[in-house]
């Protein structure tokens, strides 16, 4: 696939889109504490909520995903063949964002924002496997890594090696990003959600 001038302002475009920090944002609009230093010292929806309750850390979560649906939709209109690249591009900006020295959220949101601008079964997906493993075990990361986990099995099974392999892809950085989470899980020394 070759790559035109305008192609490639796109996704320099997209990566800055999805490098806006919306949590940090939020959190000095309201006046609240730098995330970074406090909780799980993220700037994620699931520490927003505990730093800020529950509004906040849904407005949090909203606009990660806004961000990755309205970018992608956008190009599934006016640059067809870029989606998959698109895609990529915001999940790193939020991951690795310019503004803060590359030290960015843990990509979940934002990996449900792509999903559901492909897919039903993939967000459907995700979602049922994040509260069913959520409400049983009351872990947000467990429940992130294994909705992650779930879409790969769909995609695996129904998508084309493309999807399959940017659900790969990104499933892979996630786990990456849950290092340490996956570390206190397995030494039980991960915080409960309540």
């Known amino acids: 696939m070759f790559f035109q001038t305008y192609d490639f302002f796109f996704l320099i475009f997209s990566y800055f889109v999805g490098s806006i920090?919306?949590?940090?944002?939020?959190?000095?609009?309201?006046?609240?504490?730098?995330?970074r230093f406090h909780g799980s010292k993220n700037i994620g929806a699931t520490n927003i909520t505990r730093l800020a309750g529950y509004k906040f850390g849904f407005l949090t979560?909203?606009?990660?995903?806004?961000?990755?649906?309205?970018?992608?939709?956008?190009?599934?209109?006016?640059y067809p063949d870029l989606v998959i690249w698109v895609?990529?591009?915001?999940?790193?900006?939020?991951?690795y964002p310019i503004w803060l020295k590359f030290r960015g959220g843990k990509g979940v949101a934002v990996f449900l924002g792509i999903l559901?601008?492909?897919?039903?079964?993939?967000?459907v997906a995700f979602i049922i496997t994040?509260?069913?493993i959520f409400f049983i075990f009351r872990y947000s990361s467990l429940s992130a890594l294994l909705a992650c986990?779930?879409?790969?099995?769909?995609?695996?099974?129904?998508?084309?090696?493309?999807?399959i392999f940017l659900i790969s892809a990104l499933n892979l950085i996630i786990?990456?990003?849950h290092f340490e989470n996956i570390e206190r899980l397995i030494k039980g020394k991960e915080k409960k959600f309540f």
């Not at 591009?89 to 939020?94: E, N, P, S, V």
């Not at 559901?116 to 993939?122: Q, T």
């Not at 986990?149 to 999807?163: D, G, I, K, Q």
């Open 130 to 132: 994040w509260i069913l």
């Open 149 to 163: 986990v779930s879409t790969f099995l769909v995609s695996y099974f129904s998508y084309n090696e493309t999807m």
């Open 175 to 177: 786990f990456i990003k």
């Open 116 to 123: 559901a601008s492909f897919s039903v079964e993939l967000t």
């Open 61 to 78: 979560l909203s606009l990660d995903i806004f961000k990755a649906v309205g970018t992608i939709k956008f190009a599934q209109f006016f």
């Open 87 to 95: 895609s990529f591009w915001i999940f790193i900006g939020h991951i």
């Open 21 to 35: 920090p919306f949590g940090l944002v939020i959190s000095k609009l309201i006046k609240l504490s730098d995330p």
